[in-house]
């Protein structure tokens, strides 16, 4: 029975055909090979198409990728081998040392010659392009510059390969060009298409981390918000009951004047009304405010009352003053990513002539969150940019500009 693979006998290494074993040689150096009748194992990936020729291949395979069906072809393409001489490499069995006679002609590989001309046009020397075309067993182009960028560092890469000349043929006659060319595009598309797959895959997760991050924002958005609300709402509040208990003091002032003028006039006491009867006091729970929006805001009315007080005769100038810093506050909350909006050169003469020539204007900015530098300009970093400090801002600025009474009483 003619045997169906060459077994190497120093590796135990089943290859297919005499190529296969030539090329073996050639990349190990082993020369022990002999005929074996077991067929050289073919399992297909059926999600892929690789196919395995070994359990261990198979195994790495299914690890790596995940697949685990595969269909065994060791039966369709096993085939027969037949050789002149059943010795592959090896010395002849004739003698100890043999003879020049019986040793096997080694000439050079025929490859395609289109392909080599490209190769050399290229700049690879004769031998590295032969032997990439030859080990490749193709004559696409981008194969064999592959072949040549990962055995670059082989020692005999310069070599010239050398195969029986009665191999040669047979060598050049596994597959015709059209097969050879048809294979080469069928790596190149099956590589675009996994390229194209993880590409996609990436997008997938990378969409997946945009939508992630986009609810965790709108999320923490949603709460400051609310806070912020609960805050103005407390503070608001607050304020109200405040000016109860100054109307209430200002009631029983008015109710204690007036009965210091009868008892003067000599006139009995009223009669307290008893529905006009004062409740009992009671202990009022004040509500909690935060301090630092409170803080501020007092801070901020504070110092917008000292300079409309300080330029009392000018109100024009004061108004110019208020709209021009509600403009660099409103620009700022607007634009918080624009450099320009968050930067004012001090010596600039419309600054100075509205803004930082009056006592209290570079302070309420500083309020704001600007910060002066070495330099000539106030600076509000980018960290900085408290939204709801700002919205405190134009509120008191836009208090200042449209109540008349404002720091006058």
């Known amino acids: ?16 055909t005499v190529e296969e074993a030539q090329d073996h040689a050639e990349l190990t150096g082993h020369t022990n090979f002999q005929e074996s009748t077991q067929a050289v194992l073919n399992l297909v990936c059926t999600t892929c198409g690789k196919p395995c020729r070994t359990q261990t291949e198979q195994d790495l395979h ?7 069906d595969f269909a065994d072809k060791t ?27 019986n040793a096997a002609e080694m000439v ?9 001309a490209e190769l050399e046009m290229m700049g690879f020397p004769a031998a590295r392009a032969t032997r990439a075309l030859h080990f490749t067993g193709s004559s696409n182009v981008e194969t064999a510059v592959n072949w040549i960028v990962e055995h670059e560092s082989d020692p005999d890469i310069d070599e010239m390969p050398l195969v029986p000349a009665e191999l040669s043929t047979s ?40 939508i992630r991050i986009g609810k965790e924002l709108q999320e923490a958005r949603r709460i400051e918000e609310q806070q912020e609300r609960q805050r103005i709402i407390a503070f608001r ?37 008893p529905a006009e009867a004062a409740p009992p006091p009671q202990e009022e729970k004040k509500p909690f405010v935060p301090l630092r929006p409170a803080s501020k805001a007092e801070q901020m009315r504070e110092c917008l009352r000292g300079l409309k007080q300080a330029y009392k005769e000018d109100d024009a100038k004061v108004k110019k003053a208020f709209q021009t810093m509600l403009t660099y506050i409103g620009n ?20 100075q002539e509205r803004v930082g020539s009056l006592k209290g204007g570079v302070e309420f900015l500083q309020l704001c969150g600007f910060q002066r530098d070495e330099s000539e300009f106030l600076i509000l ?26 720091g006058v009483l």
């Open 237 to 273: 509040k607050a304020e109200k009951e405040e000016e109860n208990r100054a109307r209430l003091k200002i009631r029983q002032k008015l109710e204690e004047d007036k009965a210091e003028r009868r008892r003067k006039l000599g006139l009995p006491p009223e009669d307290p009304k």
């Open 171 to 210: 060598m050049q006659s596994l597959l015709t060009p059209e097969e050879a060319k048809a294979k080469a595009q069928e790596l190149v598309l099956r590589a675009k298409r996994k390229k194209e797959e993880e590409e996609k895959r990436m997008e997938k997760e990378r969409e997946r981390e945009r």
């Open 62 to 68: 299914m690890k790596r990728t995940g697949h685990s």
């Open 1 to 16: 029975m003619a045997g169906l693979s060459l077994e190497c006998g120093d590796c135990q290494a089943q290859l297919r």
């Open 108 to 116: 050079v590989p025929e490859v395609n010659k289109e392909a080599l």
């Open 332 to 351: 700022v909350a607007q634009n918080p990513n624009e450099e320009k909006y968050r930067k004012i050169r001090l010596t600039n003469a419309t600054f």
């Open 75 to 101: 039966a369709e393409t096993a085939k027969p081998i037949v050789l002149e001489n059943k010795s592959v490499a090896g010395p002849s069995s004739s003698g100890e040392g043999g003879s020049a006679e």
């Open 381 to 406: 970093p980018r960290d900085k940019v408290d939204p709801m400090l700002l919205n405190a801002a134009g509120s008191e600025l836009t208090s200042a500009i449209n109540n008349p009474f404002f």
